[in-house]
T-cell receptor, first 113, second 112 residues
Framework: AQSVTQLDSQVPVFEEAPVELRCNYSSSVSVYLFWYVQYPNQGLQLLLK??????LVESINGFEAEFNKSQTSFHLRKPSVHISDTAEYFC???????????FGTGTRLLVSP | DGGITQSPKYLFRKEGQNVTLSCEQN?????MYWYRQDPGQGLRLIYY???????QKGDIAEGYSVSREKKESFPLTVTSAQKNPTAFYLCASSMQSDGTQYFGPGTRLLVL
């Protein structure tokens, strides 16, 4: 069965430091991959996605992720985080056929001053 | 102003009661989804619908029911058979051509 694994349940980091949130997917998952962000008591917001083309995708707020087929990874990175980046981040993959997303269990990013 | 709306924001259920969560979208999306979110477990798919008048069970459909009479609407009923309904419920929609899912703001269901 397809699966998406987020290796860290929580990542603490200081403001302005770089961060990487790790995501690995099983090979049976289609190459459509997504990162979503969730702020407390809110719905999920799409951060970025990889459907095809360039393996490096970027969001408007400085995050980027790189699709690595050989390592079956789609890690999320930001070179300098802000307090406002504190949230939960979900990685998701889309199976072949119908667009049914499989989610990881989430990584809570905690940015402190 | 396009988007997905869910109501109510908070919902309280008494023992043995059925409650219905609303989800409406004006994005002209074909597919709609219901997820349940529990702390530490990520999102789990309850039901999904690709077209009007058709829907399929997800991974945790027991104790829930849905309908899709209109393209814009996909209400979820939490029945009395669902013994542990306390959770955050998220609705999403997507275009068939792309598959990217967009989410509503969620409804938190609490049991009295």
């Amino acid at each position: 069965a397809q699966s998406v694994t987020q290796l860290d349940s929580q990542v603490p980091v200081f403001e302005e430091a770089p961060v990487e949130l790790r995501c690995n997917y099983s090979s049976s998952v289609s190459v459509y991959l997504f990162w979503y962000v969730q702020y407390p008591n809110q719905g999920l917001q799409l951060l970025l996605k990889y459907l095809s083309g360039s393996t490096l995708v970027e969001s408007i707020n400085g995050f980027e992720a790189e699709f690595n087929k050989s390592q079956t990874s789609f890690h999320l990175r930001k070179p300098s985080v802000h307090i406002s980046d504190t949230a939960e981040y979900f990685c998701a993959g889309m199976n072949t056929g119908f667009q049914k997303l499989v989610f990881g269990t989430g990584t809570r990013l905690l940015v402190s001053p | 102003d396009g988007g997905i709306t869910q109501s109510p924001k908070y919902l309280f259920r008494k023992e043995g009661q059925n409650v219905t969560l609303s989800c409406e979208q004006n994005l002209n999306h074909d597919a709609m989804y219901w997820y349940r979110q529990d702390p530490g477990q990520g999102l789990r798919l309850i039901y999904y619908s690709q077209i009007v008048n058709d829907f399929q069970k997800g991974d945790i459909a027991e104790g829930y029911s849905v309908s899709r009479e209109k393209k814009e609407s996909f209400p979820l009923t939490v029945t009395s058979a669902q013994k542990n309904p306390t959770a955050f419920y998220l609705c999403a929609s997507s275009m068939q051509s792309d598959g990217t899912q967009y989410f509503g703001p969620g409804t938190r269901l609490l049991v009295l």
